[in-house]
């Protein structure tokens, strides 16, 4: 078993990720993953990410507050407890417009894992 008190997960600091703090809970810095790690991003108001693609999937889930989340064709609002899967190679910005905190989890497979 491996434990990530949330208050001692480790920052890390992704490109293109305006006025948030990312943390991880699970996988790399935070300890060992076969298949996927997780995160947790603390998003500003008017705090934002750049759009951009990745290669893997992405899950989101938002924990507190509201979340936009943007494909550059579509933009939809998240709040508590809703979720999206953003497909490999999919663009996505995320943005918060509210005047509160947002705090969001991710969770996407560690690279070069196999399902």
Same mark, same amino acid.
């Given at each position: 078993?491996?434990? *990530?008190?949330?208050? @001692?997960?480790? @920052?890390? =600091?992704?490109?293109?990720?305006? %006025?948030?703090? +990312?943390?991880?809970? %699970? /996988?790399? $810095?935070?300890?060992?993953?076969?298949? =996927?790690?997780? /995160? &947790?991003?603390? #998003? $500003?108001?008017? /705090?934002?990410?750049?759009?951009?693609?990745?290669?893997? @999937?992405?899950?989101?889930?938002?924990?507190?507050? @509201? &979340?936009?989340?943007?494909? /550059?064709?579509?933009?939809?609002?998240?709040?508590?407890?809703?979720? +999206?899967?953003?497909?490999?190679? $999919?663009?996505?910005?995320?943005?918060?417009?509210?005047? $509160?905190?947002?705090? #969001?989890? =991710?969770?996407?497979?560690?690279?070069?894992? *196999?399902?």
């Amino acid at each position: 078993m491996n434990v *990530t008190r949330f208050n @001692e997960a480790p @920052e890390y =600091l992704p490109a293109h990720h305006y %006025q948030m703090r +990312c943390v991880r809970l %699970q /996988g790399h $810095e935070a300890g060992p993953a076969d298949a =996927l790690w997780m /995160g &947790v991003s603390t #998003i $500003e108001p008017g /705090g934002h990410t750049s759009l951009a693609a990745s290669p893997l @999937e992405k899950h989101y889930v938002v924990l507190r507050g @509201e &979340v936009v989340v943007s494909t /550059g064709d579509h933009e939809t609002t998240l709040y508590r407890y809703d979720s +999206c899967r953003l497909a490999p190679g $999919e663009t996505r910005a995320l943005r918060n417009d509210s005047a $509160e905190v947002a705090m #969001i989890l =991710l969770a996407m497979p560690v690279a070069g894992s *196999t399902p």
